[in-house]
């Protein structure tokens, strides 16, 4: 068994986490409650926040003064699951922040945060990272009205074709709508604004080798012959961020439904408030709504309009559905979504089997489905996805690289990537090329 980044490890990200990341992201959940209950009138509620950001300032300093890691007494059904990696063999010590593995400490900081507020009275399903999430989209605003129109302008030209959409056309869009997802705001969407289908098969030329540089395992063509493979079927999102991330997933979404490419999308947002701007059920009408909200978004009116409109229609239809379980917000590997797999795995089993694909978002997905091993950089997708590998589930990994795990590269090209950022950034550590987010993958396995 391979190991997982641990904290300890100056030469890992997770070293980088534990000691500024994670006592900063504590207080931001914190200075949240102290913002909304600075709004409050006074009463119980009002009285109850001080409790809550008691419990959680103590939580921040555990971590930040790496203390013995306390665990969880909660009766919550992940429970031993956490303790088990809390606990020293074969006794009642716990191990401190620094001595456990990165992916596994910090599913737990969250969740105690969240354990914290679901045990309070008047404060139970507060978001404390909504306002973060919600004030970074509209800061977004130029990109939102950006994709909004190149989308209707999309839809109404395939509209108005009296023949059937040609193959190639809907390739063309698929993938720069899935490189749209994959790289978010870092897109220059105002590239799609105003060209026409042929500028844009040349674009994607052009464009070629810069994403033959930056996209380090590419599966685009496989993907593409899977969701062409045939008309209709189900295609599952596994979310991740909210925000401007999930508008381009949901715009994603609207294309595979109006081109037929699918006759079902079925988003999979997390149940609990996860690394700050994890998607939650309550985000997508929240999206929805400040989309319609002139104060929210004042330009290109109507394409926001009609984007909000045939989000509501596929909605209100059942082709559009959101499904959650407690599964995605556990620390254990994406190898559990089997048969008899532990924590809620065997169902998401069950329900993935009816993909036709299955897109895993972002990089804490893509943490687990390799199970944040320290796998060599050309070990093949397949095989670091383990179990998984042989469900029969088609999965697709969108991941812009923000951590230290990956996989499926060729031969040598990881080892020259650090040989080159240790060159270029000699007071870094060789392996932080993997750390900001230049390098992306688009990974596949059916």
Not at 356 to 382: E, S
Request: charged share 25%; with cysteine.
């Amino acid at each position: 068994m391979l190991p997982v980044y641990q904290n300890d490890d100056k030469k890992s990200f997770a070293y980088v986490s534990l000691h500024k990341r994670w006592p900063v992201l504590i207080g931001q959940a914190v200075n949240d409650i102290r913002i909304e209950t600075s709004q409050l009138p006074d009463g119980p509620k009002k009285d109850e926040a001080e409790s809550i950001i008691t419990q959680m300032e103590a939580v921040q300093n555990s971590v930040a003064q790496n203390l013995p890691i306390e665990p969880i007494t909660a009766d919550v059904y992940d429970k031993d699951e956490y303790n088990k990696f809390v606990f020293k063999p074969n006794s009642t010590e716990t191990y401190k922040w620094s001595e456990r593995g990165w992916l596994d400490c910090e599913c737990l900081i969250y969740r105690k945060l969240q354990i914290v507020v679901e045990s309070s009275k008047h404060w139970r399903g507060y978001d404390y990272f909504a306002r973060m999430k919600n004030d970074t989209f509209v800061k977004s605003s130029s990109a939102v009205s950006t994709l909004a129109n190149r989308y209707h302008k999309i839809y109404n030209e395939f509209k108005s074709k009296e023949s059937e959409v040609s193959p190639e056309a809907l390739k063309i869009v698929t993938h720069e709508l899935l490189q749209t997802c994959l790289w978010g705001n870092a897109t220059d969407l105002s590239l799609l604004v105003t060209v026409s289908m042929e500028e844009l098969r040349a674009l994607q030329v052009s464009a070629a080798a810069r994403e033959k540089e930056s996209v380090l395992d590419n599966d685009f063509e496989d993907v593409w012959k899977q969701l062409n493979s045939e008309k209709g079927g189900r295609v599952d999102i596994i979310l991740d961020n909210s925000g401007f991330e999930l508008y381009t997933d949901l715009v994603f979404t609207l294309f595979l439904l109006d081109s037929g490419l699918a006759e079902q999308v079925v988003l999979h947002p997390k149940t609990l408030p996860w690394m700050i701007s994890d998607v939650l059920p309550t985000d997508l009408p929240t999206i929805i709504g400040m989309l319609t909200d002139p104060s929210s978004f004042p330009d290109s009116r109507e394409d926001l309009d009609f984007i909000a409109g045939k989000l509501h229609q596929y909605l209100n239809d059942g082709q559009l559905l959101l499904r959650t379980s407690p599964f995605w917000v556990t620390s254990v590997p994406y190898w559990e979504i089997k048969p008899n797999g532990i924590l809620g795995g065997d169902a998401i089993y069950r329900d993935l089997r009816c993909s036709k694909l299955a897109i895993f978002k972002g990089d804490l997905n893509y943490r687990k489905l390799t199970g944040d091993c320290v796998w060599p950089y050309d070990t093949p997708f397949r095989t670091a996805i383990k179990d998984l590998a042989n469900t029969g589930i088609p999965v697709l990994a969108l991941r812009t690289v923000k951590a230290d795990v990956i996989v499926g590269l060729e031969p040598g090209r990881g080892e020259q990537l650090d040989k080159e950022w240790k060159e270029n950034h000699p007071d870094d550590e060789p392996h932080a090329w993997a750390w900001g987010g230049k390098y992306a993958v688009v990974s596949f396995n059916k």
